[in-house]
């Protein structure tokens, strides 16, 4: 028995050496902003979506790309015949395409095969109600539309008021509406609507998971109604009305009321944690794994809050690029169109990984003295670093040298001539990400930098005394 409890202890302590030395979390005080150069086309992009993980960048002139959201990779491309107006929808695999010809068309995208579904006559865009690969759910003045696409496009008419309608979404092929008093539930083939009435009326949009529909009511509450059968489970009370759908924050539930907080629930309803938003809301709310963000105003300047709900922190980035229309996250990321000196382009916005280099002391740097090169990696996990060290124009590298994996790497280093000098440096996170960075310096001459100073010092001296009127001597 004593055997068999000194080999699991082995083995446990074997395996926990063996664990890889930590990830990167997906949102640090370190961001950046930057273009995806590596998907710039010549079209004007139309829009981006998400799926399984993938960036979707749809271009006005019919090229679909989907694109790995780490390397930037093109993964899968397609092209539509024509033309493209920059309106695009997504949802459930789904993209939504409106064809800039007269008469226009709707195309139905399939993101997963990467085909096209189905065409049919565009209507308005902000009749889309909801979008699936194969459904399409559209209001016509005071009746919700259900096309079921593919082959024949039928379509099933159902009377929903304008003033009673609140939201539409489709969960595994069936429609679910949310009125102010009702919730419809909608199968295939047929679709006819399965009413239920709602133990509060509702406020605004609302959110599916694991079973259950979140939503707001007039009456200040977060309601968690069962599907299967359409009754509460809970309904939690909030200081001012939800109209926005709640959001999934790991096992949590998080709401943005209209008291510029955002709440997260627990699942038996219980207030886990709060935090101000220290602003107000310019775009809905964005998933992340660990992190709830929300842009705010300015439209010009925006600035997003990143709330990690197991950690109950905040951090907080002010943004230099006005998003052009909603942001979406894929993978930790957040993605958004930006419009630069007139250019529409993808931009996205993660974490900042590199390598900073100071070179110590500022001054003097002289012949003769030691100086210290000490690396601080940004986002990197225990990377290798490589340094190499040249003088002026000179080819052959002064130093070349590989620094071990240490907490603090540094490497001091005693000048022997001067000149103008370049260390360029090379990390290697062991997650696979290889940055460089690169800082010049110059190295003075001692004996010249020492008879400078000494002349400068005896000539404010001399300037001294005479502006004292001290005697020149």
Request: with cysteine; aromatic share 6%.
């Amino acid at each position: 028995m004593k055997r068999s409890l000194v080999l699991l202890l082995f083995f446990a302590m074997v395996s926990a050496c063996t664990r890889s030395h930590g990830t990167i979390p997906e949102i640090t005080p370190h961001l950046d902003e930057q273009p995806l150069l590596d998907t710039a086309d010549t079209d004007v992009p139309a829009g981006i979506a998400a799926y399984a993980g993938k960036l979707i960048r749809v271009g006005t002139s019919g090229s679909i790309q989907k694109l790995d959201p780490n390397h930037f990779k093109r993964i899968m491309t397609a092209q539509v015949t024509e033309n493209l107006r920059p309106e695009i929808r997504s949802g459930d695999g789904a993209l939504l395409l409106t064809t800039s010809a007269t008469p226009a068309e709707w195309i139905v995208f399939d993101m997963e095969t990467f085909k096209e579904i189905s065409r049919l006559p565009a209507g308005d865009p902000a009749s889309v109600a909801a979008l699936s690969r194969g459904i399409l759910v559209t209001r016509e003045k005071d009746t919700l539309m259900v096309h079921s696409l593919g082959k024949g496009l039928e379509k099933r008419g159902t009377a929903v008021s304008h003033q009673e309608f609140r939201s539409c979404r489709i969960a595994n092929q069936r429609v679910l509406v949310l009125t102010r008093t009702e919730l419809m539930q909608m199968e295939p083939p047929a679709y006819t609507p399965k009413i239920s009435l709602l133990p509060h009326p509702a406020a605004g949009g609302f959110l599916i998971h694991k079973g259950f529909l979140y939503y707001g009511s007039e009456n200040r509450l977060l309601v968690k109604l069962s599907l299967r059968s359409a009754k509460a489970a809970w309904a939690a009370p909030l200081p001012r009305v939800l109209s926005q759908p709640p959001v999934a924050a790991g096992g949590l539930i998080a709401v943005l009321p209209r008291d510029q907080y955002i709440h997260f629930f627990t699942p038996g309803g219980g207030l886990a944690w709060w935090s101000p938003l220290e602003g107000t809301r310019l775009y809905p709310p964005l998933q992340l794994t660990d992190n709830i963000a929300v842009f705010l105003y300015p439209a010009e300047k925006p600035v997003v809050r990143f709330f990690n709900w197991k950690k109950r922190e905040a951090i907080t980035h002010g943004t230099t690029i006005p998003a052009s229309g909603s942001p979406l996250a894929v993978e930790g990321k957040i993605f958004y169109l930006a419009r630069i000196k007139d250019k529409l382009q993808v931009h996205t916005l993660t974490n900042r990984r590199g390598i900073d280099i100071r070179v110590e002391p500022e001054f003097p740097r002289v012949t003769g003295r030691s100086l210290e090169f000490k690396f601080s990696p940004v986002n990197l996990i225990r990377p290798e670093i490589t340094l190499s060290l040249l003088r002026g124009e000179e080819k052959n590298p002064v130093i070349t040298e590989t620094l071990p994996e240490m907490d603090n790497p540094a490497k001091a280093w005693l000048p022997e001539k001067p000149g103008n000098y370049t260390l360029k440096v090379e990390a290697r996170s062991r997650d696979g990400c290889k940055v460089e960075s690169r800082i010049q310096f110059r190295i003075h001459d001692l004996a010249e930098l020492t008879r400078k100073n000494v002349s400068a010092i005896q000539a404010a001296c001399q300037a001294d005394r005479v502006a004292r009127g001290d005697p020149a001597r």
